[in-house]
C-alpha cells in the first residue's frame, strides 16, 4: 500500500543546533515533494518544493533533499531557534497523480 | 495583502444537517483548494478549483462538494453529515492551478467543525 511515513515522535534539540526531519515515502513516484510549517490553531505555511529531477534546494536557514533511490526527502533547519518549534509536514503529488498526500507531520521543539 | 479567510471560524452542527463553508482567497489569486484535518488521519486533500471549474478531486464520498464563484471566492458544502465530519477544514489560495503545478499555497486559519 503507498504511505508517507515521518517521525512520529517529536523531535528536541538545542537552540544553534541543526534539525533534520524525515520524509520517507511507500510505492509512490513523485512528481514533487513540498514541505510545510504548521502551528497550533493556525493554517499550514508553505516552506520549499523540490522536484523529481532535484537533489537540493536551499532557502535561508532551510534545506531539503530528495533521494528518490532511498524513497526520503530530509529536511534540514540550520541554527535552530525556539521560534522554529511548530509541527512540519511533508507532502507529494504522485506523477500522473490528481491530489497532494500529506504525511502526518513531525513536532519539533528547539530549546533555549 | 490580505490573507486568506475563512467563514465561520466555528461551527456546532447535529448529525444529518448540512454545512456550508467559505472560503475568500488572495486577490488576485485563481486556485482555491480545500482539505480536511483530523487528528487521525492528518490533512486530506478534498478538492481543488481554478476559473469556477473542479479541476482535482480527493477521496471523498458525493456528500463533500463544492464551488467557485467568478470573484474565486469558494464554497463547500457537506450534506447529511456525520459524526466522523468533525474536523478543521482548510481552503489554500495559489496564483495558478497548485495540485499539478505544485505552486506555492498559502493556506486560510480553517473552520472547526464539530457534529453532535
Known amino acids: 500500500s503507498q504511505k508517507i511515513e515521518q517521525n512520529s515522535e517529536a523531535l528536541n534539540i538545542q537552540e544553534g543546533k541543526t534539525a533534520t526531519l524525515t520524509c520517507n515515502y511507500t510505492n509512490y513516484s513523485p512528481a514533487y515533494l513540498q514541505w510545510y510549517r504548521q502551528d497550533p490553531g493556525r493554517g499550514p505555511v508553505f516552506l520549499l518544493l523540490?522536484?523529481?529531477?532535484?537533489k537540493e534546494k536551499r532557502k535561508e536557514r532551510l534545506k531539503v533533499t530528495f533521494d528518490t533511490t532511498l524513497k526520503q526527502s530530509l529536511f534540514h533547519i540550520t541554527a535552530s531557534q525556539p521560534a522554529d518549534s511548530a509541527t512540519y509536514l511533508c507532502?507529494?503529488?504522485?506523477?500522473?497523480?490528481?491530489?497532494?498526500?500529506f504525511g502526518a507531520g513531525t513536532i519539533l521543539r528547539v530549546k533555549s | 495583502k490580505a490573507g486568506v479567510t475563512q467563514t465561520p471560524r466555528y461551527l456546532i452542527k447535529t448529525r444529518g444537517q448540512q454545512v456550508t463553508l467559505s472560503c475568500s482567497p488572495i486577490s488576485g489569486h485563481r486556485s482555491v483548494s480545500w482539505y480536511q484535518q483530523t487528528p487521525g488521519q492528518g490533512l486530506q486533500f478534498l478538492f481543488e478549483y481554478f476559473s469556477e471549474t473542479q479541476r482535482n478531486k480527493g477521496n471523498f464520498p458525493g456528500r463533500f462538494s463544492g464551488r467557485q464563484f467568478s470573484n474565486s471566492r469558494s464554497e463547500m458544502n457537506v450534506s447529511t453529515l456525520e459524526l466522523g465530519d468533525s474536523a478543521l477544514y482548510l481552503c489554500?489560495?495559489?496564483?495558478?492551478?497548485?495540485?499539478?503545478?505544485?505552486?506555492?499555497?498559502?493556506f486560510g486559519p480553517g473552520t472547526r467543525l464539530t457534529v453532535t
Open positions: 507532502a507529494l503529488r504522485e506523477l500522473g497523480g490528481n491530489k497532494l498526500v
Open positions: 523540490i522536484r523529481e529531477n532535484e
Open positions: 489554500a489560495s495559489s496564483l495558478g492551478l497548485a495540485t499539478v503545478v505544485g505552486n506555492e499555497q498559502y
